[in-house]
């Protein structure tokens, strides 16, 4: 079993629309939970991290860290055709030196 | 505040071949960490360098080699490359302790013929 598994997708939705990613992991000593959008030939970029369990909102992008669960999930509000992109879910350990990461899901967003 | 670079972009090796791979770290970045990005899959941590010293790895055989430099910047070796190794290799920065705020560069993708 994996540390951390994602589904590949691809996934495709209307423009508009409200998009939900989701991770699920293995190991509790994750502390630390990331979300990273990479663009086609390009490294991946930095859209958030969450301490622990909990909500954080950052403009159209919500995530969420349910450690009881050892469930993480990120929100998309207000589709865009630009969030077409691969999405990747990490995390660390507390001591922050070492991200595993999940395979990533393909979105495709139709305008 | 200049970004994390990488070069090459692109290369081509011969099995049996040694490669050498640069990154600059991002300004005010002393920790640099090394992975690799098969196709279709997510980064696979290789190690990561701080202070001139390996901090930590991941499940890479000893064939993959890096060093880190007094102004931050770092370099991942790989001996006697073998077909697996063709991927996309990338180098993050971040302050020391903090992986959940990794700055990646644009990758070099390292093909292996």
């Known amino acids: 079993q994996k540390e951390v598994e994602q589904d590949p997708g691809p996934l495709s939705v209307p423009e508009g629309a409200i998009v939900s990613l989701n991770c699920t992991y293995s190991?509790?000593?994750?502390?630390?939970f990331m979300w990273y959008r990479q663009y086609s030939r390009k490294g991946p970029e930095l859209l958030m991290y969450t301490y622990s369990s909990g909500n954080k909102e950052d403009g159209r992008f919500t995530a969420q860290v349910d450690k009881s669960s050892k469930y993480i999930s990120l929100f998309i509000r207000d589709s865009q055709p630009s969030d077409s992109a691969t999405y990747l879910c990490a995390m660390s350990d507390p001591g922050g030196f070492k991200t595993i990461f999940g395979a990533g899901t393909r979105l495709f967003v139709k305008a | 505040e200049t970004g994390v670079t990488q070069s090459p972009t692109h290369l081509i090796k011969t099995r049996g071949q040694q490669v050498t791979l640069r990154c600059s770290s991002q300004s005010g970045h002393n920790t640099v960490s090394w992975y690799q990005q098969a196709l279709g899959q997510g980064p696979q941590f290789i190690f990561q360098?701080?202070?001139?010293?390996?901090?930590g790895r991941g499940n890479f055989p000893p064939r993959f080699s890096g060093l880190q430099f007094p102004n931050y910047s770092s370099e991942l070796n790989v001996n006697a490359l073998e077909l697996d190794d063709s991927a996309l290799y990338l180098c993050?920065?971040?302050?020391?302790?903090?992986?959940?705020?990794?700055?990646f560069g644009p990758g070099t993708r390292l093909t292996v013929t």
């Open positions: 190991n509790s000593a994750f502390q630390y």
């Open positions: 360098y701080y202070r001139e010293e390996e901090n």
């Open positions: 993050a920065s971040s302050s020391p302790g903090q992986a959940y705020e990794q700055y």
